[in-house]
């Protein structure tokens, strides 16, 4: 069993810049693949980002390349997502989660955070 508990939301001006931060419990990045999705109200929840386990490669949204970018450091358990040039529209609930396959939808994922809520204003 693995939690997640993503934390860094908050309110910020368009064309600033969060990190986001993604905890887990126990030794799991080791084992899982892992990325960040967001919902945003009335809207399906999207991909965003997803880093292998071995840190080597990467996969964005387009909607998001070249503004954000995925790390993780497993020593801490912990992965980042670092947003720059923030827009309104990426105003949203920002969710955490890992698999142990490669599918990158929603329904493919085998654990999920809480989210944590990210609002961008014009």
């Known amino acids: 069993q693995v939690q997640l508990v993503e934390s860094g939301g908050g309110l910020v001006q368009a064309g600033g810049s969060l990190r986001l931060s993604c905890a887990a419990s126990?030794?799991?990045?080791?084992?899982?693949?892992t990325g960040w999705f967001r919902q945003a109200p009335g809207k399906e929840r999207e991909f965003v980002a997803a880093?292998?386990?071995?840190?080597?490669?990467?996969r964005y949204a387009d909607s998001v390349k070249g503004r954000f970018t995925i790390s993780r450091d497993t020593a801490k358990n912990t992965m980042y997502l670092e947003m720059n040039s923030l827009k309104p529209e990426d105003t949203a609930v920002y969710y955490c989660?890992?698999?142990?396959?490669?599918?990158?939808?929603?329904?493919?994922?085998?654990?999920w955070g809480k989210g944590t809520l990210v609002t961008v204003s014009s």
């Open positions: 126990g030794r799991t990045f080791s084992n899982y693949n």
């Open positions: 989660a890992a698999t142990y396959g490669y599918n990158w939808n929603p329904s493919g994922m085998d654990y």
């Open positions: 880093i292998w386990r071995s840190g080597g490669s990467t």
